[in-house]
């Protein structure tokens, strides 16, 4: 069994800055990838971050520059830093780690977090 945990989301004011974090535990060899998505009302959910296995970063386009994704594969822990983050920005965050287990590796989704930008 494997448990995700979110945390670090907030309200903040545009310009500001946010780390969300995702700590995986429970019965598992390692967190391999990982990918970070968000949901705004009414609009569907939206790839924002991914990270390979072996470190390598991708980005949607809106994010580029402002937002950097990580992970720490000794605490089996996620992150989303969020720097001059804009209204457009607010939504509910969810991480999406593949976690590597003894027999197979599957995705997980994170419980969300919710994110708030004010102008």
């Known amino acids: 069994q494997v448990q995700l945990v979110e945390s670090g989301g907030g309200l903040v004011q545009a310009g500001g800055s946010l780390r969300l974090s995702c700590a995986a535990s429970g019965s598992f060899f390692t967190i391999s990838a990982s990918g970070w998505y968000r949901q705004a009302p009414g609009k569907q959910r939206e790839l924002v971050a991914l990270i390979s296995s072996g470190g390598t970063t991708n980005y949607a386009d809106s994010v580029k520059g402002r937002f950097t994704i990580s992970k720490d594969n000794a605490k089996n822990t996620v992150f989303l830093q969020m720097n001059s983050l804009k209204p457009e920005d607010t939504a509910v965050y969810y991480c999406?780690?593949?976690?590597?287990?003894?027999?197979?590796?599957?995705?997980?989704w994170g419980q969300g977090t919710q994110v708030t930008v004010s102008s």
């Open positions: 999406n780690p593949l976690v590597v287990t003894a027999s197979s590796q599957r995705y997980y």
